[in-house]
């Protein structure tokens, strides 16, 4: 399999002293009588010799494939905490761990089984980018590592009834806050009260709480039930109260629209809940335009320091924040997780991220061992230095199969920013003559170290979206004087430099290719540097098109072409439901309200009333194969029609397949990852004496 590609034999170097022991001597008798005499003093002197023997170190075991990160069998008989937790309590400045877990902790068991408390780890982050460590899990619900079901998370237990619409969940007793303020029912009613506020949320989100047409009824029997009644079926959302990228969890605060929130410290930023005029004072210090910019930054958790955001996950603010040099997290001390030997979680006191905005510079640092967890900002196209110092700098590089289309260019067939390239763009035949006259195979082993498999943007062969090889390779041939027939063929005329030229003013075709300077907020390198070799390959059919590097434009839809890629998830479609314009995918995602109507763009974006369809049914989906039918829909539109072109696929370097970890780190899971925030940072450890690298770390 992919991650048995590089395959390090590991080595502990383990000192052991031999002394040598002599016992020194030396006399004189005292006289009475001064006699001058020469005397030969013999001195010996203790001499430590230090043999260094290495000892190899029994092989690592393989890392297992695991259904669930949550433990099934027993409950523990007794439960322990951190060194650091320990010292803590037994000064009275945090509460005795029995005071501060659940009555029913979650229990968990990661796929290297029971680990143990170190003092800290570290890792590297882009600025503004807090996802390596701290996409934390604390929605209501989770998924299973292998996508199998639902599971536990925040929520013990919940009903669903036949009708999909009404839904309980119940609250673990005794839960708290990271600061120790009860977790209830309450904040969850609060959390909705914000989304319902149309100062807050005009619009409430499609991706959770905008899916179907109005919103639930939330009501709360008691201080550890909350119910959701729905006006129609909405199982899907089960899944968009997960945490990931458009969750419910506190990452997702970001946007303000979490399914709970600390009610007891939000209500000093919402209006009405407040004295209005501190509130005004709040908005004025803090350089805001209302209370509802104040509300929504002050949800973020991440960037406000000295814990000043209760938090449910395993890690508050201590200092700084991801815009920062250095942000340090520290583990919460009122965490609900323990391991099926009953340690509380998590597993390390401290988790410190140093920020480099540098791709390369970034690069260095990891190849010089400077983190010990590091799944965002792997700049994959240094994969051959990585491996030739892995050993060296005590890590390894592990790989993950993927499932998505690791790069590809997506056209916006809605983009206002010039309209005779946007027609152009509309022309079948120009993003067909685009894909044929790019070489593939190029990208492929110069980028990806050929790793992973050429094809269109069609879902590699190991994700359930799969099409079929009847379509994996459907318009990626190379053949560029092909690409220049379908040119020729739009009547497009050449200048004496064998460029295309416009229609309308007689100027070069120059549309413009965005790709993110490598590196940024965890983008991938990947990106970057296949545009400049699919920039070239156009002008060599002659399309004179230009890469411009850069953060998106805003608006976003001032985007002609981006490199990206390509990844479909039931919940919020991934980008296959976005394919070919952003105005189409505003009027999805807003219910109608914004954006374009798909049933008005059906002359150059075939399909996409059926793919709106398809994304609408998935809310309502019930079944696996269900699922899988109607996304294959959303995908098999986006390939047939090359809305986007595909040009490598499953490759193991791309965002988060390939990860750099300390040779001491378990708990990683060697797998795809189908729960919506990646791997559990609090089942992290160190297999080493002390659970940490560091001497004396816990004394």
């Known amino acids: 399999m992919i991650s048995k590609l590089f ?93 501060r877990l659940p009555k029913t902790p979650l229990l968990m068991h990661g796929p290297d089984g029971v680990g143990k408390h170190g003092l800290r780890a570290k890792d590297l982050h882009n600025k503004n980018d807090m996802q390596n460590c701290c996409m934390v899990h604390d929605g209501l619900v989770d998924m299973a590592i292998n996508g199998s079901e639902l599971e536990p998370n925040v929520a013990k237990s919940w009903e669903v009834d036949s009708s999909y619409q009404n839904m309980t969940f119940h609250l673990r007793e005794g839960h708290k806050w990271s600061d120790g303020t009860p977790l209830t029912s309450a904040d969850y009613l609060y959390a909705f009260k914000a989304v319902s506020n149309k100062e807050l949320f005009p619009n409430p989100p499609g991706y959770n709480w905008g899916g ?28 968009m109260i997960m945490i990931g990228w458009k969750g419910g969890g506190s990452y997702n605060s970001a946007w303000g629209a979490s399914i709970s929130m600390p009610s007891h410290h939000m209500k000093q930023f919402f209006k009405g809940d407040t004295d209005q005029a501190g509130l005004d004072k709040k908005i004025k210090d803090g350089g805001y335009e209302d209370w509802v910019k104040l509300f929504k930054a002050k949800l973020n958790w991440v ?15 201590l200092s700084g ?40 510079i ?4 990891q190849i010089a061992g400077e983190t010990n967890f590091q799944r965002r900002g792997v700049n994959q196209s240094k994969l051959t230095l990585f491996m030739l110092n892995k050993d060296k700098n005590d890590y390894d590089i592990l790989f993950t199969p993927s499932d998505r289309l690791s790069v590809g260019v997506h056209f916006n067939l809605t983009s206002e920013a010039d309209e005779y390239l946007t027609s152009l763009m509309r022309e079948f035949d120009y993003r067909l003559a685009l894909s044929l006259a790019i070489d593939r195979n190029e990208v492929h082993m110069s980028v990806f170290d050929g790793l992973g498999y050429t094809g269109n943007a069609a879902l590699p062969d190991i994700s359930p979206y799969y099409l079929g090889k009847e379509l994996d390779t459907l318009g990626a041939a190379f053949d560029q004087d092909k690409a220049k027939s379908l040119l020729d063929g739009l009547g497009l005329k050449k200048d004496e430099d064998g460029f295309y030229l416009r229609a309308d003013n007689n100027a070069r075709i120059q549309p413009i290719l965005w790709a993110p300077p490598g590196g940024l907020a965890g983008t991938a390198t990947t990106d970057t540097e296949a545009a400049e070799l699919i920039v070239q390959h156009w002008a060599n059919i002659g399309i004179d098109a230009k890469l411009k590097l850069s953060t998106w434009p805003d608006p976003f839809n001032l985007i002609q072409m981006n490199m990206g890629l390509g990844y479909f998830e039931p919940v919020n479609g991934g980008n296959y439901d976005q394919c070919g314009g952003t105005l189409q995918h505003d009027f999805y995602e807003s219910g109608g309200k914004d954006g374009i109507d798909p049933a008005t763009v059906s002359d150059f974006l ?62 990683v899971p060697k797998q795809i990852y189908s729960g919506g925030g990646g791997p559990h940072t609090e089942l992290l450890w160190f297999d080493t004496p002390t659970g940490s690298i560091e001497a004396n770390a816990n004394k």
């Open 212 to 239: 179907v047409a109005e919103l639930p009824k939330v009501t709360a029997a008691d201080d550890y039930s909350i119910t959701y009644a729905w006006g129609e079926p909405y199982p899907a959302f089960l899944n």
């Open 362 to 365: 970034m690069a260095l640092k």
């Open 303 to 317: 960037n406000w320091d000295k814990h000043e955001v209760p938090v449910l996950g395993p890690w508050y603010n």
């Open 7 to 99: 395959k390090a034999k590991l080595f502990l170097g383990v000192p052991a002293a031999l002394i040598l022991l002599a016992v020194a001597a030396a006399c004189s008798a005292p006289t009475p009588v001064e006699v001058i005499k020469e005397v030969e003093v013999i001195k010996e002197v203790i001499v430590e010799v230090e043999k260094i023997v290495e000892v190899e170190k029994a092989p690592r075991a393989e890392t297992p494939q695991i259904q669930s990160v949550r433990w099934k069998g027993a409950a523990p008989s007794k439960y322990t905490e951190s060194p650091q937790n320990a010292k803590l309590s037994a000064a009275g400045t945090i509460p005795p761990l029995s005071d």
């Open 321 to 360: 924040t991801p815009a920062d040099s250095v942000w340090r997290v520290r583990a919460n001390p009122y965490h609900y997780m323990a391991d099926s030997a009953g340690n509380q979680l998590p597993y390390f006191h401290e988790w410190v991220s140093e920020m480099s905005n540098d791709a390369n």
């Open 606 to 667: 075939p399909g996409k009333v059926e793919v709106y369809e398809a994304m609408r049914a998935l809310k309502k989906a019930t079944t696996y194969p269900e699922i899988i039918e109607l996304g294959k829909i959303v995908v098999r539109n986006c390939v047939e029609n090359i809305y986007m072109i595909g040009l490598v696929k499953a490759s193991p370097t791309v965002r988060g397949a390939m990860m750099i970890v300390h040779k001491d780190l378990r708990g």
